[in-house]
């Protein structure tokens, strides 16, 4: 089954705040593998806008540092899953750390 997900990047690492990204990393897995990876620019930043753009490109789970509580209930109204408090690390690593019951989450890093 495939499944993608998505994770606000800034130098090639989770960002702490997703809005502040440079770049989402789109990944593709299959099986429970990684099989592609791909840099998508995010839309201008303005309150709603992320949660339908990611939507849109088929995404079903989002790794992230941080949000605020506005972003979190319109990803989950977009169907897409959401875990915060996730640390930089590179997107694919911390996708097969998802896929291996190995992501540690832990407290929202944004504080809005």
């Not at 990876?37 to 753009?53: D, T």
């Not at 690390?89 to 998802?98: A, F, G």
């Amino acid at each position: 089954m495939k499944k993608l997900f998505a994770v606000p990047t800034f130098n090639g690492q989770l960002t702490a705040h997703f809005g502040h990204c440079e770049r989402f990393a789109i990944i593709e897995t299959e099986d429970n593998k990684v099989i592609s990876e791909k840099l998508v620019n995010p839309p201008v930043h303005q309150p709603g806008v992320y949660p339908k753009f990611l939507a849109d490109q088929g995404v079903k789970v989002i790794i992230a540092g941080g949000m605020g509580q506005r972003a979190q209930d319109l990803f989950t109204q977009n169907n897409i899953e959401v875990h915060m408090g996730v640390n930089a690390e590179s997107p694919s690593k911390l996708v097969e750390q998802y896929l291996n019951d190995q992501l540690q989450t832990g407290k929202n890093l944004c504080d809005h």
